[in-house]
Each structure stands twice: as C-alpha cells, then as structure tokens.
Nanobody, 116 residues
Framework: QVQMVESGGGLVQPGGSLNLSCVAS????????MGWYRRAPGKQRDVVAI???????NYADSVKGRFTISRDSAKNTVSLQMNSLKPEDTAVYYC??????????WGRGTQVTVSS
C-alpha cells in the first residue's frame, strides 16, 4: 500500500511564497514522474509542474518563472516552491507519482489560498 502526504499549504498574501512538499511511503518503486496538479474552485484539475526521471521538468504556462519543482528520488519526495503568488493560484494542490509499471498515485491535496 502506498501513502502520499502533502504539506505546506495555507493562506498567503498576493506576492508571497509557499513551499509544498509531498512524501510517498509504502510499496512504491521505480518512480518515473513526480508532479503537482491543482483544482481551483469550479474548475477541473490541471497540471502545474512535472519532474521526469532523468532531470527534465515541465510547467504550466501560468506558473513558469514563479514556481519551481524539485525532487529527491531516493526519498520519494517532491517539492514545489511557489513565489509571486497570485489570487488565481488559489486551489487545492495535489501531488502525483507514476511508476514504470504504469501505476499512478495521488495525494489527498493541500489547500493554497492567496488573498489579502
């Protein structure tokens, strides 16, 4: 069984920063991608940033230059540094891992609210 736990969400003012973390534990091996997704109120869940085994990363256009994803494959952790936050970044943020066997794992989400 695999557990995914996110942390680091909260309330921040526009222009502020937050760092989200996600750790996977249990029977998870050969992780390929580690990523962050978000679901804003009334919208579908969208990709924010993905880190692919081997070093490449991809970001949604709306967060490029503001968010940075980093991973520690040995510890099965992934982080998302979010700077210059905007009200439109308000959402529930989910981490997700996929392994080389085609399995996908999701965390339960952490709320990020950007408001003055």
């Amino acid at each position: 069984q695999v557990q995914m736990v996110e942390s680091g969400g909260g309330l921040v003012q526009p222009g502020g920063s937050l760092n989200l973390s996600c750790v996977a534990s249990g029977n998870i091996f050969r992780v390929n991608t580690m990523g962050w997704y978000r679901r804003a109120p009334g919208k579908q869940r969208d990709v924010v940033a993905i880190s692919i085994s081997g070093g490449s990363t991809n970001y949604a256009d709306s967060v490029k230059g503001r968010f940075t994803i980093s991973r520690d494959s040995a510890k099965n952790t992934v982080s998302l540094q979010m700077n210059s936050l905007k009200p439109e970044d308000t959402a529930v943020y989910y981490c997700s891992f996929s392994d080389y066997y085609g399995r996908i794992y999701w965390g339960r989400g952490t709320q990020v609210t950007v408001s003055s």
